[in-house]
Nanobody, 128 residues
Framework: QVQLVESGGGLVQTGGSLRLSCVIS????????TGWFRQAPGKEREFVAAIKWHYSTTRYADSIKGRFTISRDNAENTVYLQMTSLKPEDTAIYFCAGDTKRRTRNFYRAGSTDFDSWGQGTQVTVSS
């Protein structure tokens, strides 16, 4: 497993931008995929974006496609989520996740249960 620490959340107005960061430590050589998920009050955790750790392959949820960008800096062991054109419905706790067991081999169908390591989350609130 790896340890993940998110930062960068906060309060922003509709149309604003935020960049979330996720610093990863531990068995980073075992990382296969990293991703971002979010959970709004009263709702289930949902997939946002994912990126393969050793390749540039990315995947996005339809709800944020074109507005959010996932990227990573392997030298800094950090994954980013650049969020633009934020909407009130983007309000949620955002979690960073890592797969060190290659459960996300089916990358385009991977879900939360395929990730074995999770951060504590960072709150994003978008005001209308």
């Amino acid at each position: 497993q790896v340890q993940l620490v998110e930062s960068g959340g906060g309060l922003v107005q509709t149309g604003g931008s935020l960049r979330l960061s996720c610093v990863i430590s531990g068995r980073t050589l075992a990382l296969y995929t990293t991703g971002w998920f979010r959970q709004a009050p009263g709702k289930e955790r949902e997939f946002v974006a994912a990126i393969k750790w050793h390749y540039s392959t990315t995947r996005y949820a339809d709800s944020i496609k074109g507005r959010f960008t996932i990227s990573r800096d392997n030298a800094e062991n950090t994954v980013y989520l650049q969020m633009t054109s934020l909407k009130p419905e983007d309000t949620a706790i955002y979690f960073c996740a890592g797969d060190t067991k290659r459960r996300t081999r089916n990358f385009y169908r991977a879900g939360s249960t395929d990730f074995d390591s999770w951060g504590q989350g960072t709150q994003v609130t978008v005001s209308s």
